[in-house]
């Protein structure tokens, strides 16, 4: 997996390449990390090109999402494909998660 970051004002999207599964999580949970760390806690996940997610992958977001709750952050998702949409609607966890059909609608929802 290779994640793209991209800063637009106070907010950073993550772009990420490749399947969200298990071996490929520890990059993103760093990633995510960094960002909570340096006090980047508007972060947008741009799912367009991640043809899968795993249960760990959600997992990973579950976690993340909680954690940046926690600082009165948010993490959002974008452009999700339609497996990974599947996915997100059959384990309910488009209940949880802002999920937008574009990045200019969900970086406009930070707003």
Same mark, same amino acid.
């Given at each position: 997996?290779?994640?793209?970051?991209?800063?637009?004002?106070?907010?950073?999207? &993550?772009?990420?390449?490749?399947?969200?599964v298990?071996?490929h999580? $520890?990059? *993103?949970?760093?990633?995510?990390?960094?960002? @909570?760390?340096?006090?980047?806690?508007?972060?947008?996940?741009?799912?367009?090109?991640?043809?899968?997610?795993?249960?760990?992958?959600?997992?990973l &977001?579950?976690?993340?999402?909680?954690?940046?709750?926690?600082?009165? $952050?948010? *993490?959002?998702?974008?452009?999700?494909?339609? @497996?990974?949409?599947?996915?997100?609607?059959?384990t309910?966890?488009?209940n949880?998660?802002?999920?937008?059909?574009?990045?200019?609608?969900?970086?406009?929802?930070?707003?």
């Amino acid at each position: 997996m290779k994640i793209k970051e991209t800063k637009l004002g106070l907010i950073s999207i &993550l772009s990420l390449v490749g399947p969200l599964v298990e071996e490929h999580t $520890g990059l *993103l949970r760093e990633r995510l990390e960094r960002c @909570l760390n340096s006090g980047d806690i508007r972060v947008l996940i741009d799912l367009k090109e991640v043809p899968l997610i795993d249960s760990a992958g959600l997992e990973l &977001l579950w976690d993340a999402l909680m954690k940046f709750r926690k600082v009165n $952050g948010s *993490l959002k998702l974008a452009q999700a494909s339609p @497996l990974v949409m599947d996915i997100l609607l059959a384990t309910r966890m488009s209940n949880t998660f802002e999920i937008f059909s574009d990045q200019e609608k969900a970086y406009r929802s930070f707003l």
